[in-house]
Structures are given as structure tokens and as C-alpha cells.
């Protein structure tokens, strides 16, 4: 089993919808959670952080489930510029100290 | 302006001539990383070094090389390329190991 796991998707929406995003993690020690936006062919980019009380940012919310271990992305009034690859990392407790990244999972917001 | 370099940005080689992939930070982070990144398998670190003189393997490092003899740039080496090393690779540097990474532009190698 991959230690992160994310539905590639893609998930194609109208414009303005509500899309969500799982992803989960096997690692139950996993300390540090993030979500990074990616455009084709680019770099990844930290879209937020994710907090143990869930956080918010503008149209974006991030929340942590450590009971199932997973967090996971709300994104509201999908916009055309929403569309992207949407990766989550988490830092899990070992002495290598690095982030492990999901595959991605893809939107595509359609007008 | 805060950022991470690196170059080449786009490579087409032949199997076993060997080349280097530069990465320069001007964060002046601790802690470097290489990535590839291939389709449906993400994003997967190769070495990493958490400061000057200390570099270490990640998941995959077998057929790369790295140093850093300087804070501030993390090259990767390919001594004889090959095929299945085609991939897009980033360079990322980071305060710690698991704080925000910041990613370079990435470097499409093609290995033929």
C-alpha cells in the first residue's frame, strides 16, 4: 500500500461548483500535512497548510482526520483558474525528515 | 526575490554521458532535495542533504550522485544515464525536512 494515496481523478466540474479531495495516509506517526497545487508541467506550489483544527483560506478549506487518517480539500465557487493537480504531503516520523507526496488528483473546472 | 534555480531546464542526452543538473537557493535553507516525477507515481525523492557535507539517499537514488559543498547549491549527477531515468526531476529546499518545500522550475530530461 502506497503511505499516501490520492484519487487521480480527474474530476471535471462546472464553474462555480463544490469539489472535495481526499487523500490518505498509512503512516498513523505522520506529523506535518500540506496541499500543493501543480499546473501541467510545473512546479508544485503550497496551496496551505493543514492544521488539526482545520483551516481555512478564502474559497479553501483543509481539514485533518487522524482517526482515519486522512485530510482533505473543499474547494467552493470552482473557478476555470482552480484547474490544476492538486497533490497533499505529509511528514511522517522518521529520521530522513521528509515530505511523501500523493500522486496528485486532477480538476479540470469547465465554464 | 525568494527562489530556487535550476538548469538545464530541458535536456536530451544519450545513454551513459554523463551530466549534471544544477540547483541553486537563495534561501538560505538547510535542507535540499531531490525529486523525479513520473506519471501516476509522483513525486519521489532521490537524495537529500540536510545541510552542508550531509547528503543522504532517498526512495529511489540508485544511478544518481549528489553534494553540497556549499549551502546554497545541491547538483545531481548522472555518471552513465539511462532510458528509464527520463523524467522530469525538482530541486527543493526547505527550512527543515518537513516545512514547506519550495519547489525549482523542474528539468525535463529525455535519455535516449
Known amino acids: 500500500r502506497k503511505e499516501v494515496e490520492q484519487d487521480p481523478g480527474p474530476f471535471n466540474v462546472p464553474e462555480g461548483a463544490t469539489v472535495a479531495f481526499n487523500c490518505t495516509y498509512s503512516n498513523s506517526a505522520s506529523q506535518s500535512f500540506f496541499w500543493y497545487r501543480q499546473d501541467c508541467r510545473k512546479e508544485p506550489k503550497l496551496l496551505m497548510s493543514v492544521y488539526s483544527s482545520g483551516n481555512e483560506d478564502g474559497r479553501f478549506t483543509a481539514q485533518l482526520n487522524r482517526a482515519s487518517q486522512y485530510i482533505s480539500l473543499l474547494i467552493r465557487d470552482s473557478k476555470l483558474s482552480d484547474s490544476a493537480t492538486y497533490l497533499c504531503?505529509?511528514?511522517?516520523?522518521?529520521?530522513?525528515?521528509?515530505?511523501?507526496f500523493g500522486s496528485g488528483t486532477r480538476l479540470q473546472v469547465q465554464p | 526575490e525568494a527562489q530556487v534555480t535550476q538548469n538545464p531546464r530541458y535536456l536530451i542526452t544519450v545513454t551513459g554521458k554523463k551530466l549534471t543538473v544544477t540547483c541553486s537557493q537563495n534561501m538560505n535553507h538547510e535542507y535540499m532535495s531531490w525529486y523525479r516525477q513520473d506519471p501516476g507515481l509522483g513525486l519521489r525523492q532521490i537524495y537529500y542533504?540536510?545541510?552542508?557535507?550531509?547528503?543522504d539517499k532517498g526512495d529511489v537514488p540508485e544511478g544518481y550522485k549528489v553534494s553540497r559543498k556549499e549551502k546554497r547549491n545541491f547538483p545531481l549527477i548522472l555518471e552513465s544515464p539511462s532510458p528509464n531515468q527520463t523524467s522530469l526531476y525538482f530541486c527543493a529546499s526547505s527550512v527543515s525536512g518537513g516545512s514547506e518545500q519550495f519547489f525549482g522550475p523542474g528539468t525535463r530530461l529525455t535519455v535516449l
Open positions: 504531503a505529509t511528514r511522517g516520523d522518521t529520521g530522513r525528515r521528509a515530505l511523501t
Open positions: 542533504s540536510m545541510n552542508v557535507e550531509v547528503t
